[in-house]
């Protein structure tokens, strides 16, 4: 009888527990949270972590950069963030000292395909990678064309597809290297320059 009894109880625990929903967080500001995502303990799911800090989004690298959120895409697991400021006067990006982008790769967030990333005030030593560095690199236009970019104009820029042959958890920065980026979302050749969208699109895995 005792048996039997727990035996109902396990069966009972676990129909509630299976049958509980999953909670998306509130809203931030105007954002819908959908789930994975968590902004409380109280939400979503931990490993998914963001903030809504001041009624914004935010999401934050593990090296401490907050980074605002512009996007998200419930349906296709993604979300676009706002690349840093570069500080005017010096082409540094202000994630510079934190080396960059950094994705912790023990959480499931990683960088698109669909990114463009262009590299400013770049060493020489940026010539030995397979990036487009030359006269016709779209940085150019960066430089010429954005308030932003203009502290970095007569120095070396590259851009390149952030593709799967490549580091999909940074964008590295460092003196000495590049100490400035930006980043275009589904960027395709020839695009003009007033269709551009700045962003930098995260993709993470379901939890299901």
């Not at 979503?44 to 972590?49: A, C, F, L, Q, T």
């Amino acid at each position: 009888m005792v048996i039997l009894i727990l035996f109902l109880l396990i069966t009972s625990l676990g129909s509630v527990i299976n049958a509980s929903p999953l909670t998306a967080c509130p809203y931030c500001g105007g954002f819908e949270v959908p789930y994975p995502l968590s902004t409380n303990d109280n939400c979503g799911d931990k490993r998914y972590k963001i903030y809504c800090n001041n009624h914004t989004l935010k999401f934050l690298s593990p090296t401490g950069t907050f980074y605002n959120i512009l996007k998200i895409d419930q349906n296709a697991n993604k979300l676009i963030i706002k690349p840093p400021t570069i500080h005017k006067n010096t082409c540094y990006s202000s994630d510079l000292f934190n080396g960059g982008l950094v994705l912790d790769e023990n959480l499931p967030f990683n960088i698109s395909t669909l990114n463009t990333v262009m590299l400013l005030n770049c060493s020489s030593n940026i010539l030995q990678s397979p990036l487009n560095c030359s006269s016709n690199s779209i940085c150019r236009q960066f430089e010429e064309k954005v308030e932003e970019g203009k502290a970095c104009m007569n120095t070396l820029c590259c851009h390149y597809l952030k593709d799967s042959a490549m580091n999909s958890h940074k964008i590295r920065l460092r003196v000495g290297s590049c100490t400035a980026y930006t980043c275009l979302v589904n960027f395709k050749p020839g695009d003009p320059f007033e269709t551009w969208s700045y962003g930098i699109e995260l993709q993470w895995v379901s939890p299901y």
